[in-house]
């Protein structure tokens, strides 16, 4: 195995005291036929759960008539510093476990702290391996439903466990890891501009339209690619070069139902203090997009199109729970854009490299191109999938630095929605 050396590609992050910066296919298809996605409310005299034995009482924020593909597995908080685990679909129960201590293993912090990529690699074997349990459970649902199966990570804790990096036989069968040979997707309870509990709905849905960019091609490297396929798709792309951020931020409060994806390439902070949490430049601060102000805007953009929104930028599907925040509920950019009205989002746990930033947003897209049928969560499972099948035997840390930062990437919202991009003024591409 060559030798270990530390993280050298430029990421779209930096650390500093203060916070965090951005420096075989297995179809989980929907049909044709598409059913517009409702906000539902959960009425005060219904129940939350159709399995009261399986699950125990909770707002759960997931619609319970559930498929019987679809698993969920909820992530609890206990006391201040322990988690326990519970779960199961229609038919296959996981017992709730006894609490235990949050593994060391943020992805985002891994990579703050230079943490080698093969050691982050073991870690994650060790950690699935005594979470046996979770894994018979799994391997019993993928018996039972094969690519078919979905699975729901509700984890309602600030512990950034990276479950889709979970392997189902560690030492026995390496590199079977969630993420890459199961359809997953993220939920929490988020809370939207109408004082609702916003619903994960599961239901056969079309997110059709253009695409609108924000890339901040003035200070990321390696921005080609990204941008090379938003101009395919004739996106409005507003460019730090030409463009000033508050002209896309106009952009998004502007009425536009023809809109079906948004897509922001930019830096990242994320911090404990949340008057720090932005997206746009490193040094500029009058070119970024605080977390905060966003708050009080309307984003009408989001209400008319519900499109599927994209925040290439390192830590921007990361959640932050304040101490003034009820116990629970979590903030950050996945939350906001979920609240003012998108279908789902795309976001990082952790900084991710410039060059291999562009590449997956241009292979998500160029995926999303060829396999229309497929879902949102099915195309990032793909990407997973290539990712370890290229794995090599021994893998050296060049190697695993692609492996790391593509499972990164998580989606929050319904499964089975499928993005369906068009050209401004065109038709889909086929």
Known sequence: MAEKSKFSITQRAITSPAGLNRTKQLPFETSEAVVKPTRQVIPEDVETTTEEKLFP???????????PEVAILHIYQDGEDEYFVWGGNAVTPLRQTQPNKPPDFSLGSLVREKVIPEDIQDTLSWFSHINRKIRIWLKELRRKFSERLCLVIADHT????????????PYKEP???????ITTVRWRKVIDDDDQDLMLN????????????????????????????????????????????????NRLQQNDS?????YISSHGTFSKKLHEIAIGSLDKKEQQLKLLALRQCSLNLFQSSRSIVFINACHSSRQEAASFIPRGYCVGFVELFLAKGARGVIGTLGAVGDDHAAKFAHDLIQESLRSPKLSVAALLRELRFRVVKNLPEQP????????????????????MTVLRLTPSGGKPYV
């Open 57 to 67: 009482p909770n707002e759960l924020y997931i619609t319970m008539k559930l498929p």
């Open 158 to 169: 600030n512990f950034e466990i990276p479950w889709e990096m979970v392997e189902l036989s």
């Open 175 to 181: 590199y079977q890891y969630i993420g890459a040979l």
């Open 202 to 249: 599961f239901q056969a849905d079309e997110c059709r339209g253009s695409a609108i960019a924000y890339v901040l091609d003035t200070e990321l490297k390696g921005v080609g690619p990204e941008l090379n396929i938003l101009e395919r798709l004739q996106a409005a792309i507003y460019r730090s070069s030409t463009h000033n951020i508050k002209a896309f931020h």
């Open 258 to 262: 023809s809109c079906g994806f948004v």
């Open 396 to 415: 050296t840390t060049q190697d695993l630095l692609p492996f790391i930062y593509t499972f990164m990437y998580v989606y929050y919202g319904n499964p």
